[in-house]
């Protein structure tokens, strides 16, 4: 069965509900074709990116499937503590009209606390190996007969060295169960540990053709070496993103960055495996809730997060492999959206560049740092943009009436008002005062900056063009 409907699986009315709720009509690929397998009991190999709807295509079947008996029915493994949190959330909007308990294991929380929580039946546990596996030695978790065992990003469990665990884990798990093995990519070691693992499983595949998404613009700008931090700011205030992603090769960098991107003033929050967990919460929920809008994280503490809305992807390096790429270029342009990604290069980094094109099969632009000018005047323009007050138009005029200035504000002020005729649209007086004041000190500081930021751009000739023609 293909389908086109939700309600052509022969779901529970109060799943159905639930699908509603969250907004999906249509099922995706992965969907249409994993549900009618799950639903039939069949073990299965799914290889599919995120960001295809694979958590939903575990968990609508998982809740049709819930007899809440009293026990742990459904246990899905993942790799971090923030995908277990992702999907246990997940499961439970889907859930909602069944009235279930889910609940999140991972390492950093109090052990003692989990206990207490499992002792209220969840039907369904999500959980990372370590703690799970630490739970099931010391036999804390009571009525444990999960039916439907769900492991998650598992070449991402293998490269983070959790394999081992994984095994062990299913040596506590009951011998008449279903299991789901989902990755995105199959390495050997993988194909071998669904084979100690799984039963005449069926295999899906989404198509590579999907890895990279059309709704991504990439591009990639070329810096040398050390002018990363400037690079990214400039095209921050250039491009204005409502949220973004700075991914960093490592922690420190993280760390770094995201202190140098709070002193230029942008809400920022970084996300990796050094800090602790209620730190690492609190910069997701941040970010989700638009508290921050720009988290700089490594690879894997934020693979397979799902926010919505990330507007623009910057890789402050390049990745270490096509692989990484797609992953990191794939936390933008998500559910129809469209989304940038952007990768700084520095001259000798083309040829892995082009390795990376080549694998995508995408032909990157290759864009030209934006001046401290174009992206300050970015910036104003923005902030006019957006300022929503009343009689905006009163107050330029009468704005006009006190002051015989032209300068840089007022101008400013007079083309957005232009370009935004018939709409509600101006600063308010305080804001223009700010302006004012601000454009003073900065006229100043882009005086001064001049020479300091010049090397970005060695000439005024537009540097664009496309890494297969060699230009640079
Ligand atoms: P995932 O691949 O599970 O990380 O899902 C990516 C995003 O797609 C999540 O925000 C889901 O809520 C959303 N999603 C999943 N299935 C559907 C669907 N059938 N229609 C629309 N959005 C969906």
């Known amino acids: 069965m293909n ?14 509900k639930g699908i509603k709720e969250m907004g999906f009509v249509t099922p995706s690929p992965i969907q249409a074709q994993a549900i009618p397998i799950i639903l039939e009991g069949h073990d299965l190999t799914a290889q599919a990116q995120t960001g295809t ?15 809440k008996n009293g026990s742990v029915e459904a246990l899905v493994i993942t790799p971090t503590r923030e995908l277990a949190m992702q999907i246990s959330d997940e499961i439970f909007k889907l859930g909602k009209f069944l009235k279930i308990r889910t609940m999140c294991v991972y390492g950093g929380q109090s052990i003692r606390r989990q206990c207490e929580l ?4 969840p039907q369904v546990l999500v959980a990372t190996p370590g703690r799970l596996l630490d739970h099931l030695k010391n036999e804390r978790i009571s009525n444990f007969s999960p039916k439907i065992v769900v492991l998650d990003e598992s070449d991402e469990m293998l490269d983070m060295g959790f394999l081992d665990d994984v095994e062990e884990i299913f040596s506590y798990l009951p011998e008449a169960r279903q299991t789901l093995l989902f ?9 071998r540990l669904a084979q100690k693992i799984l039963r005449f499983p ?11 998404n059309e709704d991504i613009t990439q591009k990639c700008y070329v810096v040398n070496e050390g002018h990363r931090d400037e690079a990214i700011i400039r095209l921050l205030d250039m491009l204005c993103p409502v949220k973004s992603i700075v991914f960093t090769s490592t922690k420190r960098e993280a760390d770094a960055l995201s202190h140098r991107l709070s002193q230029a003033r942008y809400k920022t929050g970084a996300l990796h495996g050094d800090m602790d967990q209620r730190a690492r919460m609190d910069s997701v929920r941040a970010f989700k809730s638009g508290k921050i809008s720009v988290l700089v994280a490594t690879d894997v503490a934020a693979r397979g997060l799902d926010i919505s809305d990330v507007s ?17 270029i794939g936390r933008t342009g998500r559910a129809g959206k469209k989304g ?10 083309f040829k892995e560049i082009k390795k990376i094109q080549e694998e995508v099969k995408y032909s990157l632009e290759i864009e030209e740092i934006p001046s401290y000018e174009e992206s300050h005047n970015q910036i104003v323009q923005k902030i006019l943009q957006t300022r929503i007050v009343d009689d905006a138009m009163g107050i330029y005029t009468d704005l006009m009436d006190k002051s015989d200035e032209t300068n840089g504000v007022l101008k400013l002020i007079s083309f957005v008002l ?55």
């Not at 709807?53 to 007899?67: D, M, N, Q, V, W």
């Not at 499992?118 to 039946?121: G, I, T």
């Open 3 to 16: 389908s086109n409907d939700f309600n052509s699986f022969g779901l529970k009315q109060s799943v159905i």
């Open 53 to 67: 709807g694979k958590t939903a295509a575990f968990a609508i079947p998982i809740l049709h499937s819930l007899e």
């Open 118 to 121: 499992l002792e209220s039946k």
């Open 183 to 191: 990755s995105a990519t199959m390495p050997h070691q993988i194909k």
């Open 202 to 212: 069926k295999q899906i595949k989404i198509a590579s053709s999907n890895i990279t």
């Open 312 to 328: 623009h992807v910057f890789n402050y390096h390049i990745p270490l492999n096509p692989e990484s790429y797609v992953h990191r």
């Open 340 to 349: 940038v990604a952007i990768t700084l290069i520095t001259p000798l980094e």
């Open 418 to 472: 232009q370009n935004q005729a018939g709409q509600k649209i101006g600063p308010s007086q305080q804001e223009i005062n700010r302006l004012k004041k601000e454009e003073q000190r900065d006229k100043r500081g882009l005086e001064q900056s001049k020479s300091q930021y010049s090397y970005f751009r060695p000439s005024r000739r537009k540097n664009t063009g496309r890494l297969s023609s060699g230009r640079r």
